[in-house]
């Protein structure tokens, strides 16, 4: 009888200590929380995630962390407070953060990635907290250049400038040298910023922006042209191709049908003559308006001020009609005529000589 109370005793004292033990480890209970435990991501990229690590016990708990089923080739930083950590203590009741940066290389294939954050305490309890991560698309483990608006129109004096973004997707930094194939006469000019350049250096995964401005020949006749452009460093490149449409150059003359761009005139009369308007550009000009600048108190009409359309290379003969003031002195004036459309515009200076009147 006494044996049997002896081996009740020890059950229940026994029985007692495994209670007492499961409440302490209840206790020493450690939560890891973040709200973005699923992200999506492009091959070379980093995430950082921040935990806040929550201590539901009394007391303090000194945390070691490790990350499990993290894939090949991937690899994690632990940091807290710009350090980084072997071990945390939080407080009891407290919460630390710490930071977890995840780094996914360059090479690896499309599809779902799962990994855990485990952090265990110095009496052997864990918690764990799972990630989800999207990588969107295959690994190239090459560079690339990408162009959001590959095509530019413009006439033959405007300047194009496109936009590119180098992406070095190598394990290794790059110094790329920049070239582009453009036609005779013309000029292309990278830029980053408003530094003219010739090459860029981009650490692995680094994306850079770089404006490519190319400036059309003068002679430029309205077509479209390709622009191949290239960055090549030590065993990669990377190639993209522009597009400049030439609408055509816009340019006027105005002259007079022998060259000469003088005249005389009378005091207070009157005098003619033809002007050649000519449209010397590639385009067509449309609304071309006829003005004159005229000595003070002489008048100046034309029988046809605006010639509404002028194709590329046509010339239309327009009549001035100069009249003299009346108290004109003897001696060299001058008349400056001008055509002018919304593109271009031209001017011609006459020198009229202006005679006194013989009454």
């Known amino acids: ?34 709200p973005y435990t699923g992200l999506s991501v492009t091959p070379g990229e980093s995430i950082n995630y921040s935990v806040d690590v929550n201590n539901q016990s009394s007391s ?86 990408n162009v959001d608006q590959p095509n530019l129109e413009g006439h033959t004096t405007a300047s194009f400038t496109y936009s590119i973004d180098l992406r070095n997707r190598t394990a290794n930094e790059q110094n790329y040298s920049l070239n582009a194939q453009v036609p005779a006469g013309w000029g292309v000019q990278f830029t980053s910023g408003s530094d003219s350049i010739t090459s860029v250096t981009l650490e692995p995964g680094e994306e850079g922006t770089i404006n490519v401005d190319v400036t059309p020949a003068e002679n430029a006749t309205a077509d479209t042209y390709e622009i191949p452009i290239q960055a090549s460093a030590s065993g990669t490149s990377a190639e993209a191709t522009l597009e400049a449409v030439i609408t055509g150059s816009y340019a006027l003359d105005i002259t007079t049908p022998d060259g000469r761009l003088s005249t005389d005139i009378t005091a207070g009369r009157s005098k003619t ?16 308006k006829i003005t004159a600048s005229t000595p003070p108190n002489w008048e100046s009409e034309f029988d046809n001020s605006t010639i509404p359309t002028l194709e590329a290379g046509d010339t239309t003969t327009i009549k001035a009609t100069l009249t003299a003031s009346d108290d004109a002195i003897a001696g060299d004036y001058e008349a400056t005529f001008s055509a002018e459309a919304t593109e271009t515009s031209a001017n011609a200076a006459f020198r009229v000589s202006v005679e006194t009147s013989t009454l």
């Open 1 to 34: 009888m006494k044996q049997q109370l002896a081996k009740i005793i020890l059950s229940l004292i026994t029985v007692g200590g495994l209670f007492l033990f499961g409440a302490t480890s209840v206790l020493a209970q450690v939560d890891l929380y973040t």
């Open 60 to 145: 303090v708990e000194h945390l070691t962390f490790d990350i499990n089923d993290l894939p090949e080739e991937w690899s994690s930083t632990i940091t807290s407070g710009g350090n980084d950590i072997r071990q945390l203590s939080v407080d009891g009741n407290g919460t630390q953060t710490i930071d977890l940066e995840i780094r996914v290389p360059l090479q690896v294939e499309k599809g779902d990635y799962h990994f855990e954050l485990v952090a265990k305490t110095s009496e052997g309890s864990k918690s764990t907290l799972p990630f989800l991560v999207e990588v969107s698309e295959k690994g190239t483990f090459d560079s690339e250049i």
């Open 273 to 288: 003559v033809d002007l050649l308007v000519k449209n010397t550009g590639t385009a067509t000009l449309n609304d071309v």
